[in-house]
């Protein structure tokens, strides 16, 4: 477990300040993107998982644990995703017409979610290797590499005078007022308020032009950034910097209560499923993200509750959720075939997706059970129109 006493040798991710202060624990726990093969019996390997905050310039991020196996790009892009990434180029160059036919570049997510070929049929090209662009992207990437403020160097150093910098990430703000706890993992290095973005982002040459709220991952953020010098603000910026001042996420007694606000939820989630269990009814599951581990783990789930779940992406079959769970993933085919009562929906962040999917031939009837901010059940057109 991370003490206090880690702090004297741990710097800021995002300025390299040593003023940083633990502020959410969720002890040892599995790599996110770690999924085993089914019949692996464990017990599989964990880090402490734990958020800190910079008491200057405010980032949240993980502590000093460095994760040490490689993450396997299982995942299948989702056609929320998909379609976020069409509309979202639509939009910039709606708004910002000079981009159109622009030198480009994006720096890659292992979320997917890629401008690039959108912004090819409008006429861009791929800057070179040393060229500078006037549309730099960043969608859901950053936060994947361990030294926030570095990377965003290389961000404004890729950009070319008067150019534009986009940047989309899962917004501290909702993860703490949506009690979004299963986001926390290995590998997501900050979690990232508008104000430490506009901190940083400063330290860099770099200013937050303007800014729109995007549904993404359960709530986003898309940035725009120029150069100092060519920025002009707009009043979007002090919206959301107010929102956040409000909810008091760079107050770290504030962040505090999301480690209880946790363990409330995944107790909550153990009871309903030992609820519907005692009642006789089946409950499986719907997805296996890398948010799984943390929120199956801390609930207290294994296959005692939910017996297997299923995901759309064929390199998950016949392996499982790292950690004590062990609950094996399966084919989409074999939840539609088994007909649960209940299903409990993982990736909730699309859970909208998910019940069309199943419920397009007509679905069976199921209850779809969402476990965060607490669990609650979703309902269907068929159930709306009872």
């Not at 040593?18 to 085993?36: K, R, S, T």
């Not at 409000?246 to 107790?267: M, N, P, T």
């Not at 269990?277 to 719907?286: D, E, H, Q, W």
């Not at 669990?375 to 709306?384: K, L, N, V």
Request: proline letters at 7%; hydrophobic letters at 40%; charged letters at 20%.
């Amino acid at each position: 477990m991370v003490n206090e006493g880690d702090a004297v040798s741990f710097k800021c991710r995002g300025c390299a300040s040593e003023n940083v202060v633990l502020v959410v624990d969720v002890g040892d726990q599995p790599l996110a993107d770690y999924f085993p093969p089914a019949d692996n019996p464990g017990p599989d390997p964990r880090w402490p998982l734990s958020l800190w905050l910079c008491r200057d310039c405010t980032l949240v991020q993980l502590g000093p644990v460095q994760a040490q196996l490689a993450e396997e790009p299982l995942a299948v892009e989702s056609a929320t995703s998909r379609a976020h990434a069409e509309a979202s180029v639509k939009e910039i160059l709606r708004d910002y017409p000079e981009l159109l036919g622009t030198v480009v570049f994006e720096f890659g997510s292992p979320h997917g979610g890629s401008w690039l070929d959108h912004l090819y049929a409008a006429g861009s090209r791929l800057a070179g290797e040393d060229e500078k662009a006037g549309l730099v992207i960043d969608v859901h990437g950053i936060v994947h590499e361990p030294q926030y403020g570095d990377s965003l160097k290389l961000r404004a150093d890729r950009l070319a005078p008067g150019g534009l910098l986009v940047m989309e990430f899962h917004h501290l703000l909702p993860l703490f007022i949506g009690n979004q706890f299963d986001t926390i993992r290995h590998g997501h290095w900050a979690y990232v308020s508008l104000r430490a973005l506009q901190n940083i982002a400063a330290l860099h040459g770099l200013t937050i032009e303007s800014v729109q709220q995007a549904e993404m991952y359960g709530g986003s953020l898309m940035v725009m950034l120029r150069h100092t010098a060519d920025a002009k603000p707009d009043a979007s910026v002090d919206v959301v910097l107010d929102d956040e001042e409000a909810a008091g996420i760079a107050d770290e007694v504030q962040l505090g209560s999301l480690h209880e606000a946790a363990r409330h939820a995944a107790g909550a989630l153990h009871e309903e499923l030992t609820r519907h269990k005692a009642a006789g009814r089946t409950v499986l599951g719907y997805g296996a993200p890398s948010k799984a581990p943390v929120l199956l783990d801390l609930s207290k789930v294994t296959t005692d509750l939910l017996p297997f779940t299923v995901d759309l992406a064929p390199g998950k079959h016949g392996r499982r959720i790292p950690g004590a769970c062990m609950v094996p993933i399966r084919p989409i085919e074999e939840l539609k075939a088994a007909r649960p009562d209940v299903v409990l929906v993982l990736t909730w962040d699309i859970a909208d997706e998910i019940v069309a999917q199943l419920e397009a031939d007509g679905g069976w009837g199921a209850t779809y059970l969402v476990p965060l901010p607490e669990p609650h059940e979703m309902g269907t057109r068929r159930q709306d129109a009872r």
